[in-house]
């Protein structure tokens, strides 16, 4: 779960300075995330790679969302 302060700020469409604490812990959940759905999906018979997981769920993002994601303006995403 997020921090409420940090909740609030993605709520509010704030922007998070590429590298900052906040920004980086949130990247390192994705790829802890995205490493478990790897694991789970190939138990389940599905294999995919961390990229083709991390691509999926980028093009799943492109629609409308249920709620407010993080804003961070860098060239590594």
């Known amino acids: 779960a997020l921090a409420p302060q ?41 294999p995919l790679r961390a990229f083709e997981v991390d691509w999926l769920l980028w093009h799943l993002s492109q629609g409308e969302l249920p709620f407010p994601h993080h804003r961070t303006l860098t060239v590594f995403y």
């Open 6 to 46: 940090l909740a609030a700020r993605i709520d509010r469409g704030e922007h998070l300075s590429a590298g900052s604490p906040e920004e980086v812990e949130l990247r390192a959940a994705t790829v802890a995330a995205v490493d478990r759905l790897v694991e789970l999906l190939g138990k389940w018979g599905r």
